[in-house]
């Protein structure tokens, strides 16, 4: 059985969610976000932000709007909602794990696109 991350429902009846979620996949296999764990964004000492894929995914919706907590707040788990991700958080809490675990961005781009190849065409 696949794992899996969102809503398939949401994502075949909304297009705009859709959008955002080919928008997260190409953020983050565009090298463009450095990987971090813990957080959603930590701040390096020379500055750089660095995420974890689902502070990517806050800042693709509210670009500058992630803060560097260990959680989703309340208005970054609305925000993955807007992706179409889980009520219940099990998602959050397995793409946090894949993250947390040393998973590359691009793996974890490519398993969200095999997962759910038929829901994003």
């Known amino acids: 059985m696949s794992e899996q991350f969102f809503d398939v429902q949401k994502l075949r009846r909304r297009p705009k ?57 309340a208005s970054e788990a609305e925000r993955f909602a807007l992706l179409g991700g889980t009520a219940d958080g099990s998602a959050q809490r397995k793409l946090a794990n894949l993250n947390d675990h040393g998973t590359s961005f691009k793996r974890i781009a490519r398993k969200l696109e095999r997962v759910y190849a038929e829901a994003l065409a």
């Open 17 to 73: 969610t859709r959008a955002r979620v080919l928008a997260w996949i190409a953020a983050l296999r565009s090298g463009e976000y450095r990987r971090t764990s813990g957080r959603l964004r930590r701040t390096t000492t020379r500055g750089t932000d660095r995420y974890c894929c689902l502070g990517v995914a806050c800042d693709i919706i509210k670009p500058g709007k992630v803060d560097g907590s260990a959680f989703l707040t």
